[in-house]
Each structure stands twice: as structure tokens, then as C-alpha cells.
């Protein structure tokens, strides 16, 4: 790998970060656990995405695991003790949980879901929130919180966005576990690939955004993306076009026309 993480980073339980060829790479690291959600492991992650997002040698992020599981979840021994868990302390760790996802969403650099197992509840829910999701064709999906009188409360903002109102009302209030490739029908992924070559695919992808992609376009591309549902047609419109303004003026934008003008072919990283 290209770059160390700090002492900080190293120090980390659950998660590995590290880089390669400008691609952070953050690796669920509990597969004795199946990679289950606990407090801390939240926790974690939330470390590493902030320290990718300020790493000046990442350009793309890819969110991967250990083991055979994506992610299965809460973590069977931190839902037990939920069970004696006020409604303040229920809020608190709601609210922790939907940092990480609020955090991943609207980082500023791509984020790219490596599932190579089960992503099941709250792991389909990290899927959910990631820009881009590869898959194996053996991979299950599934939000399944109503089956144990759960709700799939915070996911369901982020899933509304993706997929529509139609699916989500499907995938939630069922609460079905679905295949690989219905949930690339669905769009909750975008590739499947053999596990065999799931990794290099993934790292083929990532590479293609940084060399071929502005880093600051992709940045600001992906944060109107967030922000433009949430408003009325005209507003939408005003910020567009003032959004598109600014980065005229950029010195992305400057080099990229150069180039164009002067039909140079131009590598980003």
C-alpha cells in the first residue's frame, strides 16, 4: 500500500484504512463477528471516513470486508444490551448510527461498496448510503428489522432517494431477503461480479474515476446530488446554475477546457 495510516488509525479494532494508487481503501475487519455492527465499530468508522476524506493521496474511497460476510448487522451482543437502554440513550445511539450514514453519503470523495458477502439490516444499509456498489452474485440483501420488531428507520431516507417509494415500501415492510441480482434490479447495486474478480473489478472502476474524473467535479457533482431533492423546481434551478458558475471558474475547470481546446488528453491522478 501506498500510504501508512497514523499511530491513531493503527490503533483501530475493527477497521484497517490504507491506500493504493490514490483509492482509500476501509476495511471492515470483524469477520469472526461476521463484521457486525457495534458502537464502537460505528465508532470507527466514522474515524476512518474523516481521515479519508482529509488523506490527500485518496482520491476514491472503496468500503470492503474480511471474511465471507459483508456485514450481518447489529452486533448480537450490543442489541442485548439495548434492551435496557432508556429512550435517551436509545436517541443517542440512533443519532450515532445516522452520522455515519449522513457522513457517508455526503463525503466529499466517491465512495465505493465491495460487497463480498451477506449485507444484511444495518450492513445493507452501509451498501445503501455508498455511491457505487459491486457485488458477488452469491451476496444476500436485505432490511430486515421488521422481522424482529426493529424499524429500518434511517436507511429508509437514503433508500426513498435511490430507489423510489414503491421499492422501498417492498424491500422494508417486507422485510425479504433478496438475491444479488434482484438487488441490482431494485438499483441497489450497480455490478455484480465472480468473487474471483470482484477486487480487481472494484479496483479497475475506482482507478477509471481518478484518472479519467476532476476530483473537485466529482466533489461538487456529488453534493448537489444530495442537496437538490430537497428543493423546489426553481430553487433547484438557481443553485444549478450557480453551482455550474463557480466552477468555471475553477482551476479544474480552466485545465480540463485547455486541454479539450488544445485536444490534449488530460490524467487526472
Not at 500500500?1 to 482509500?24: K, S, V
Not at 474515524?47 to 482520491?59: G, H, N
Request: include cysteine; charge should be negative.
Amino acid at each position: 500500500m501506498d500510504n501508512m495510516p497514523t499511530q491513531e488509525l493503527e490503533a483501530l479494532r475493527y477497521i484497517r484504512y490504507e491506500t493504493r494508487d490514490a483509492i482509500g481503501y476501509i476495511t471492515l475487519n470483524r469477520p469472526d463477528k461476521r463484521n457486525a455492527l457495534s458502537f464502537d465499530m460505528v465508532s470507527e468508522l466514522k474515524q476512518a471516513f474523516e481521515f479519508a476524506e482529509d488523506d490527500d493521496t485518496c482520491k476514491v474511497v472503496v468500503l470492503r470486508a474480511e471474511g465471507a460476510v459483508f456485514c450481518a448487522g447489529a452486533d448480537l451482543t450490543y442489541i442485548q444490551e439495548l434492551q435496557s437502554f432508556g429512550y435517551t440513550d436509545n436517541l443517542a445511539d440512533s443519532t450515532h448510527l445516522m452520522q455515519l450514514f449522513h457522513q457517508i453519503y455526503t463525503l466529499k470523495k466517491v465512495v465505493i461498496g465491495e460487497v463480498q458477502g451477506h449485507a444484511l439490516a444495518g450492513g445493507c444499509g452501509l451498501a445503501t448510503v455508498c455511491d457505487f456498489a459491486f457485488a458477488v452474485p452469491e451476496a444476500k440483501f436485505g432490511y430486515t428489522e421488521v422481522k424482529i420488531g426493529f424499524l429500518p428507520a434511517i436507511v429508509s431516507v437514503f433508500l426513498l432517494r435511490k430507489i423510489g417509494e414503491a421499492r422501498t415500501k417492498q424491500l422494508l415492510l417486507t422485510g425479504d431477503v433478496i438475491s444479488a441480482q434482484a438487488a441490482a434490479e431494485f438499483g441497489l447495486v450497480n455490478f455484480l461480479a465472480p468473487k474471483e474478480e470482484l477486487a480487481e473489478k472494484v479496483y479497475e472502476f475506482a482507478r477509471r474515476l481518478c484518472v479519467q474524473n476532476s476530483g473537485q467535479s466529482m466533489e461538487l457533482t456529488k453534493e448537489m446530488l444530495a442537496r437538490i431533492p430537497e428543493m423546489p423546481l426553481e430553487d433547484s434551478l438557481r443553485y444549478a446554475a450557480q453551482m455550474n458558475a463557480e466552477a468555471r471558474g475553477s482551476v479544474d475547470c480552466r485545465r480540463g477546457i485547455a486541454a479539450f481546446l488544445n485536444k490534449e488528453k488530460i490524467t487526472w491522478n
